[in-house]
């Protein structure tokens, strides 16, 4: 019986991280779902697309909630944004993990970010782990899934599930449980837009957010 050969990742030197190329924010106005990560991993840098790692659970999540009615890899995340979903991340730097930033990148990584949902205001915006959700606010994540947290000037609902990489391992029975529950939020908004004739202020996403709460 031949062996199975496993692909290889490239492997860098830790000081050539500081040239790994960013990957670009994937955003326009008024997205239905903006996903959030802390920052770009080394093969996500190198492929030029988000969640790119072969041990990330992100796009295997995301293709069983079917948020959309296709099936997609990393290489075709620039073409969710004509499903009105798009993609950022608190810190633009990449690195091999979360523990290579420092304090004062995610404190400006947050006050970009907040600049971005106001410019933006995508319907809800999705912190992809714990840990991105309580650095951006400064505040405690007591439950996942959808946050009753507004911010001034930002009309987005907060929406926060577990961080989908292979390293992470605290809530790995159920992360794809939170993409399910993301599309069952969303249909709610959409269900309440097309209920109601007066669309002239957020109130709709209130409301569902309210009634996901």
Not at 108 to 133: C, M, N, S, W
Not at 148 to 172: D, H, Q, R, W
Not at 195 to 203: R, Y
Request: hydrophobic share 35%; net charge positive.
């Amino acid at each position: 019986m031949k062996k199975s050969k496993l692909k290889k990742k490239t492997k860098i030197p830790k000081e050539a991280e500081t040239y790994l190329p960013q990957v670009p924010d994937l955003i326009h106005d008024h997205l239905d779902i903006l996903f959030i990560g802390i920052n770009p991993g080394v093969q996500s840098s190198l492929q030029g697309h988000n969640y790119s790692g072969p041990s990330n659970h992100f796009w295997k999540c995301f293709n069983a909630a079917q948020l959309i009615d296709r099936k997609v890899t990393h290489r075709e995340d620039a073409t969710l944004l004509d499903d009105n979903i798009g993609f950022t991340n608190l810190v633009a730097r990449p690195s091999r993990a979360m523990s290579d930033l420092n304090q004062q990148e995610m404190a400006a990584g947050g006050r970009i970010l907040t600049e971005k949902l106001k410019q933006y205001q995508p319907k809800i915006a999705v912190f992809v782990g714990k840990g991105i959700y309580e650095t951006f606010t400064g505040g405690k994540c007591p439950e996942m899934g959808v946050q009753k947290l507004k911010l001034p000037e930002v009309n987005s609902v907060f929406f926060v599930m577990p961080a989908t990489s292979g390293i992470c391992t605290a809530y790995a029975h159920n992360r794809a449980e939170y993409f399910h529950k993301l599309k069952e939020f969303l249909d709610s908004i959409k269900k309440e837009e097309k209920s109601d004739s007066a669309v002239s202020t957020p109130s709709f996403v209130l409301n569902a957010a309210c009634k996901m709460v």
